[in-house]
């Protein structure tokens, strides 16, 4: 009894203590920052309809020290669906995002998309990519505000 009882207790200790020592690395990992809240040069847009690079009427901009998507230059919303990359590829990550949704659709925008964002990963050839291409095949995780 005396011997199953030590065993559970230290079992039990040895469980604690690798859970604060993961805790602990955990806590210590050094953090890539990927937006630098300057400028987009580390990063590669595509927008369907155009070349790799073109950022259309604007839409993906730096504002005091946020990356913002603006619909203000469009006059209407046609199929212009829109990717922003990080251009060094990831294998293993672990994201944090700040967000906020601001303002109203722009015209014409499928309903479905109203303060729809994703975070978007695991695209293999996200430098080919065609230019009639409206989704993409990838892995993501949607963002929705509140309509």
Same mark, same amino acid.
């Given at each position: 009894m005396l011997t199953k009882r030590f065993l559970v207790n230290s079992m039990l200790g040895l469980f604690l203590a690798l859970t604060f020592v993961a805790v602990g690395a955990h806590s210590e990992e050094e953090w890539l920052q990927l937006f630098n809240g300057e400028d987009l040069d580390d990063w590669l847009i595509k927008f369907r309809g155009e070349e790799a690079g073109v950022n259309y009427l604007d839409t993906f901009r730096?504002?005091?020290?946020?990356?913002?998507?603006?619909?203000?230059?469009?006059?209407? /919303?046609?199929?212009? /669906?829109?990717?922003? /990359?990080?251009?060094?590829? /990831?294998?293993h990550y672990r994201l944090r995002v700040e967000y906020r949704f601001t303002g109203e659709q722009v015209a014409g925008g499928p309903g479905w998309a109203f303060r729809n964002k994703e975070i978007q990963g695991k695209y293999r050839d996200r430098l080919r990519i065609s230019r009639g291409l409206t989704f993409l095949m990838l892995c993501d995780t949607e963002i929705q505000g509140q309509t």
């Open positions: 730096v504002e005091d020290g946020a990356l913002k998507v603006c619909y203000d230059k469009y006059e209407s /919303f046609k199929g212009n /669906f829109g990717h922003i /990359f990080y251009k060094q590829p /990831f294998s």
